[in-house]
């Protein structure tokens, strides 16, 4: 699998970004889609996940009301939408995929840089 990740930049707290990720696989081996994110000194972190099928979602509680994970199928792409970022938010962001009957995320895109300015 493979993962291209896109729409990192500057943001202002307050405004709103979304970033991309398309995936170069055969859907049907996908099972969950998910963005983590790391910030300077900080561990790798999960942001949100979305089943393939787009029924379940997860978000860490410091997302929660403000960002939005989703997934169009037809263009193998998923995306997060970043309402109200905060400049505690900036990191880079990772998309990864799970692959069907896999426990953990295996495949990973390069990274993105969010930076949110005051």
């Known amino acids: 699998v493979q993962l291209q990740a896109s729409g990192g930049g500057l943001a202002q707290a307050g405004g709103s970004l979304k970033l991309s990720c398309a995936a170069s696989v055969r859907t049907f081996t996908l099972s969950r889609l998910a963005w983590f994110r790391q910030a300077p000194g900080k561990e790798r972190e999960l942001v949100a996940q979305?089943?393939?099928?787009?029924?379940?979602?997860v978000y860490a509680d410091s997302v929660k009301g403000r960002f939005t994970i989703s997934r169009d199928s037809a263009k193998n792409t998923v995306y997060l939408q970043m309402n109200s970022p905060k400049p505690e938010d900036t990191a880079v962001y990772y998309c990864?995929?799970?692959?069907?009957?896999?426990?953990?995320?295996?495949?990973w895109g390069q990274g993105t840089l969010v930076t949110v300015s005051r």
């Open positions: 979305i089943t393939w099928n787009g029924v379940t979602t």
């Open positions: 990864a995929a799970k692959v069907s009957g896999a426990i953990n995320f295996s495949s």
